[in-house]
C-alpha cells in the first residue's frame, strides 16, 4: 500500500510539515512522481519513521538517529548508545537532586516568616565549591568559565552561594564587608554528577553551623547589618572558634508598594 503525505500524516498522526522535514534530514526516503511532483509512502517508510520517534523519545538527536538508521557499525551504535544511557543515568541523579532541593525548598516557605532573625545550629554535610568572582567583579579566565558552565548545568543541586572570610565575624563592622561568590552542591552531589574536582574547586567542612535567615529590605550593597544577628549570637555562646559564612537567597516576596524583600540563609561554621 502507498500512502499521500497526507494519508501518512493522518495515520503517524504526525503534521505534513514533520514529514517533509525528516524527509529533509534523509529519514525518510519516499517514492516521488516525476511528473506531479507528489510523494507515496509506504509501510517501509511508516516502521523507518516509527522507529526514529522512539530513539527521539529516548532523547537522541536527529543527527544520531539519522546515524542508527543509516549504516553504522557495532562499534559506533554500541558508543552511541551507552553515551545516551549514561546522558540518562545522570538526568535521573539530578532528577533525584532536584526533587529533594524542592522539598527542602517546601520546608523552608512553612516556616519563612517564623524563621526570620531565629539562630540555631544546624550540621551539614561536606560541599564542593567553586568560586568565580570577588563580590560582583566575574573572572574572566577561560578554563574556570568553562567550568562554571558545566555546573550551572547541575543546577539546583548547585546553588549560587555567597562566602564571607571568617574575620568578617572575627573583626565585626571593621574595614569592609567582604565576600566573593560561587556556586556550592554537596560533595556526594558532585560526584554523583560526574563532575571533577579541580585545581578551582574547593572543599567547605561540614559539620556544626550558626543559622539564621535574614530579611533584606533594601536595594544595594550587602550591609553589616546582614550579619548582626548571627555576630550578636556568637558573641553571646563565646564559641572557641568561627569559621566562614556562607549566604544564599531562598525566598524574594514583592510588597504591596511594589519593593522588594529578599531572605537569605546564612550560616557561620562554628567551633565548640
Known amino acids: 500500500m502507498r500512502y499521500t503525505i497526507?494519508?501518512?500524516?493522518?495515520?503517524?498522526?504526525?503534521t505534513t510539515h514533520t514529514l517533509r522535514y525528516y524527509e529533509k534530514m534523509g529519514l525518510i526516503r519516499p517514492e516521488v512522481n516525476e511528473e506531479t511532483g507528489y510523494r507515496y509512502y509506504t509501510v517501509t517508510d511508516t516502521r523507518r519513521f516509527n522507529l526514529c520517534r522512539e530513539l527521539r523519545a529516548a532523547e537522541l538527536s536527529l543527527e544520531e538517529c539519522r546515524e542508527l538508521i543509516g549504516s553504522p557499525s557495532v562499534?559506533?551504535?554500541d558508543k552511541m548508545f551507552a553515551r545516551q544511557a549514561a546522558r540518562l543515568r545522570r538526568r535521573q541523579v539530578l532528577d533525584e537532586l532536584s526533587i529533594h532541593f524542592l522539598e527542602k525548598m517546601?520546608?523552608?516557605?512553612?516556616?519563612?516568616?517564623?524563621?526570620?532573625?531565629?539562630?540555631w545550629v544546624q550540621n551539614f554535610p561536606e560541599m564542593w565549591r567553586l568560586t568565580f568572582s570577588q563580590e560582583e567583579e566575574a573572572s574572566r579566565d577561560r578554563e574556570l568559565q568553562q567550568e562554571k558552565a558545566e555546573w550551572?548545568?547541575?543546577?539546583?543541586?548547585a546553588r549560587w552561594v555567597s562566602r564571607l572570610p571568617r574575620r568578617v565575624m572575627e573583626q565585626f563592622r571593621v574595614g569592609r564587608n567582604e565576600y566573593d561568590y560561587g556556586l556550592m552542591m554537596e560533595?556526594?552531589?558532585a560526584r554523583r554528577l560526574g563532575l571533577?574536582?579541580?585545581?578551582?574547586v574547593e572543599v567547605v567542612c561540614g559539620g556544626d553551623y550558626l543559622v539564621t535567615i535574614w530579611k533584606k529590605d533594601y536595594r544595594g550593597s550587602f550591609g553589616w547589618d546582614s550579619l548582626e544577628t548571627l555576630h550578636d549570637e556568637i558573641v553571646r555562646r563565646d564559641f572557641r572558634a568561627v569559621g566562614e559564612t556562607f549566604s544564599s537567597i531562598v525566598a524574594s516576596r514583592q510588597q504591596p508598594d511594589g519593593s522588594v524583600v529578599n531572605y537569605h540563609h546564612t550560616r557561620t561554621k562554628i567551633y565548640t
Request: with cysteine.
Open 152 to 157: 550551572l548545568e547541575c543546577m539546583p543541586a
Open 6 to 14: 497526507s494519508e501518512m500524516a493522518s495515520l503517524l498522526g504526525v
Open 187 to 189: 560533595a556526594d552531589a
Open 106 to 119: 517546601q520546608e523552608q516557605y512553612r516556616t519563612l516568616e517564623q524563621d526570620v532573625g531565629r539562630v
Open 196 to 200: 571533577q574536582r579541580t585545581r578551582h
Open 75 to 77: 562499534e559506533q551504535s
